[in-house]
T-cell receptor, first 115, second 112 residues
Framework: EAGVVQSPRYKIIEKKQPVAFWCNPI?????LYWYLQNLGQGPELLIR????????DSQLPKDRFSAERLKGVDSTLKIQPAELGDSAVYLC?????????????FGPGTRLLVL | SQQGEEDPQALSIQEGENATMNCSYK?????LQWYRQNSGRGLVHLIL?????REKHSGRLRVTLDTSKKSSSLLITASRAADTASYFC????????????FGKGITLSVRP
């Protein structure tokens, strides 16, 4: 079974530029999460989707961040414009509807560096 | 905000020794989970313990949960160099607001 796929793995941009991250969850997983992980810290939830509905986006900075999950499968997280403080690792995770639904399966992440 | 706080922040042991890591949290939980993160990679789920459980085992891993003290411990027995990683505890309050809240993590180094 393929794991959670994220791309790109690394991204370097200049401040004020836009950037987008893509995530493909494990097949059949209805719940999808985006996390932000700063250096030396644990992941912090940005947004959670149940199918195509964003059920928890309370931690998403909506002035510059946006996300979508069309058709309830792949998801894209966008930052526009990026700031220096956005440099971090962006992790995507998914969990199944049935079985161990509390367990989250993480992708390798996208490491963003804003110059 | 991060609910779980791991202790110690860093741990260095010799291969073959046991490693004990602790996690404390503040509010009532539905379950507590431990994850491992190798350098530059995503997190991998290790074990989940529910609020009505006191101890769980998985291979060389043993997790305990004391809800009265709001704390958990992760024991790795007979450690290996491959266990070198960061370990995070994450709490889930469950229900409609179910989501994981991670601690800052513990860096474990196992010397060959």
């Amino acid at each position: 079974e393929a794991g959670v796929v994220q791309s790109p793995r690394y991204k370097i941009i200049e401040k004020k530029q836009p950037v987008a991250f893509w995530c493909n969850p494990i097949s059949g997983h209805n719940t999808l999460y985006w996390y932000l992980q700063n250096l030396g810290q644990g992941p912090e939830l940005l947004i959670r989707y149940e199918n195509e509905e964003a059920v928890d986006d309370s931690q998403l900075p909506k002035d510059r961040f946006s996300a979508e999950r069309l058709k309830g499968v792949d998801s894209t997280l966008k930052i526009q414009p990026a700031e220096l403080g956005d440099s971090a690792v962006y992790l995507c995770a998914s969990s199944p509807r049935q079985g161990a639904r509390e367990t989250q399966y993480f992708g390798p992440g996208t490491r963003l560096l804003v110059l | 905000s991060q609910q779980g706080e791991e202790d110690p922040q860093a741990l260095s042991i010799q291969e073959g020794e046991n490693a004990t890591m602790n996690c404390s949290y503040k509010t009532s939980i539905n379950n507590l989970q431990w994850y491992r993160q190798n350098s530059g990679r995503g997190l991998v789920h290790l074990i989940l313990i529910r609020s009505n459980e006191r101890e769980k085992h998985s291979g060389r891993l043993r997790v305990t949960l004391d809800t009265s003290k709001k704390s958990s411990s992760l024991l790795i027995t007979a450690s290996r160099a491959a266990d070198t990683a960061s370990y995070f505890c994450a709490t889930d309050v469950g229900g409609a607001n179910s989501k994981l809240t991670f601690g800052k993590g513990i860096t474990l180094s196992v010397r060959p």
